[in-house]
């Protein structure tokens, strides 16, 4: 069984562009969350989708966004990129319904 | 809301012997699950053991195992035969089993290293 797949796994952007990142869930999953990892605030949550709705946010400003579609791949974008943003972006996938979650291999950001 | 705390940035092992590394957590909720994963250089998040909050017996998975004290909101894992792949960052993270909300949340994480 193939895992979480996130692409691209690196990428390198300048402020104030947007960036759009994919994330394919493992085979029957139908939760994918987000996550931001960085130096000073560690591992983060942004966001939970399950059956192509939101359904927890963390505590980010509204230019992190995303969105999950009917095969339960998701996408998350950030706009107006800041230098802050830099950070390595896990998705996680899940069935749903308190299962465990597994993650991909991220998508390193770099915004200079 | 919950927090989880790990007090312990780094640790080192000398390879084949035994570390601990600690973990607490803060909740008002009575169901839930922690789990401790992995992260090694390469970036990959993965998972070392999951605990059941409403299941009294520790967690094992190999020569990994934990000591969780639901009382004292502590959940702390334990390597045996400590070997040169366990060298990573491990985070206790924790997961409410009372939403069905995917949403997990971290420690701050421990730095361990194993000595040749």
């Known amino acids: 069984k193939a895992g979480v797949t996130q692409t691209p796994r690196y990428l390198i952007k300048t402020r104030g562009q947007q960036v759009t990142l994919s994330c394919s869930p493992i085979?029957?999953?139908?939760?994918v969350s987000w996550y931001q990892q960085t130096p000073g605030q560690g591992l983060q949550f942004l966001f939970e989708y399950f059956s192509e709705t939101q359904r927890n946010k963390g505590n980010f400003p509204g230019r992190f966004s995303g969105r999950q579609f009917s095969n339960s791949r998701s996408e998350m974008n950030v706009s107006t990129l800041e230098l802050g943003d830099s950070a390595l972006y896990l998705c996680?996938?899940?069935?749903?319904?308190?299962?465990?979650?597994?993650f991909g291999e991220g998508s390193w950001l770099t915004v200079v | 809301a919950q927090t989880v705390t790990q007090s312990q940035p780094e640790m080192s092992v000398q390879e084949a012997e035994t570390v601990t590394l600690s973990c607490t957590y803060d909740?008002?909720?009575?169901?839930?699950?922690l789990f401790w994963y992995k992260q090694p250089p390469s970036r990959q998040m993965i998972l070392v053991i999951r605990q059941e909050a409403y299941k009294q017996q520790n967690a094992t998975e190999n020569r990994f195992s934990v000591n969780f004290q639901k009382a004292a909101k502590s959940f702390s894992l334990k390597i045996s035969d400590s070997q040169l792949g366990d060298a990573a960052m491990y985070f206790c993270a924790y997961r409410s089993a009372e939403t069905s909300y995917d949403k997990v949340i971290f420690g701050p994480g421990t730095s361990l290293s194993v000595i040749p």
């Open positions: 085979s029957g999953h139908r939760s």
């Open positions: 909740t008002s909720e009575s169901d839930y699950y």
């Open positions: 996680a996938s899940s069935p749903g319904f308190g299962n465990t979650i597994y």
